[in-house]
């Protein structure tokens, strides 16, 4: 008597089950790369409109905005930044207020030096981020450490404290 097969096997359905998971697998490793891909190329345009908001500023007015030279975030006095070690600065949102529509944000993850914003000082003395680095007005902005630290187009080498690179990126004098 000849049986005839109605369905699949448990071994074919496991198989095919297995090779599902796998493809699905490598779709999440490749996905979650080009989101932090992504996450950069928007870190980086952010930190191109600060830099062009700036240089507007500088040309308007002859200087760069006052910070006093400390580390201030682009955001209110309010709000504080870098795993809560700076604030914010009123008077800088007001005198970039008329270069910048917004502030942008970082997205990084909680907890991270950084969480929230970039940081931005009008003055730093000739040597005061390392040897050679000239003096002026720098920003500090993040890149996610799966990217190579080439990429901090930056005059001294990126600091690496935790999931992200922390670029230093000269302004002018």
């Known amino acids: 008597m000849k049986y005839k097969q109605l369905g699949f096997t448990l071994i074919e359905l496991l198989v095919v089950i297995s090779i ?25 345009a952010d930190r191109k409109q600060v830099h062009t908001a700036l240089n507007l500023y500088y040309n308007d007015n002859g200087s760069w905005p006052s910070t ?11 709000e504080l930044c870098w795993a809560n070690s700076y604030s914010g600065s009123d008077a800088l949102i007001t005198a970039l207020q008329p270069y910048m ?4 944000t970082n ?60 670029c230093y990126e000269f302004i002018g004098q």
């Open 101 to 104: 529509a917004s502030f942008p």
């Open 107 to 166: 997205n990084a993850t909680s907890g991270t030096y950084a969480y929230n914003r970039i940081l931005y000082t009008s003055f730093i003395a000739a040597g005061g981020l390392g040897t050679g680095s000239p003096a002026g007005a720098y920003l500090i902005w993040a890149m996610e450490n799966t990217m190579p630290a080439s990429m901090c187009n930056s005059t001294r080498p990126p600091d690496h404290y935790d999931a992200y690179w922390y």
């Open 68 to 78: 006093a030279g400390a580390w201030k975030c682009l955001a209110p006095t309010s």
């Open 20 to 44: 599902i998971g796998m493809l699905a697998a490598i779709v999440l490793v490749s996905l979650n790369s080009a989101r932090g891909k992504a996450r950069d190329s928007r870190r980086q």
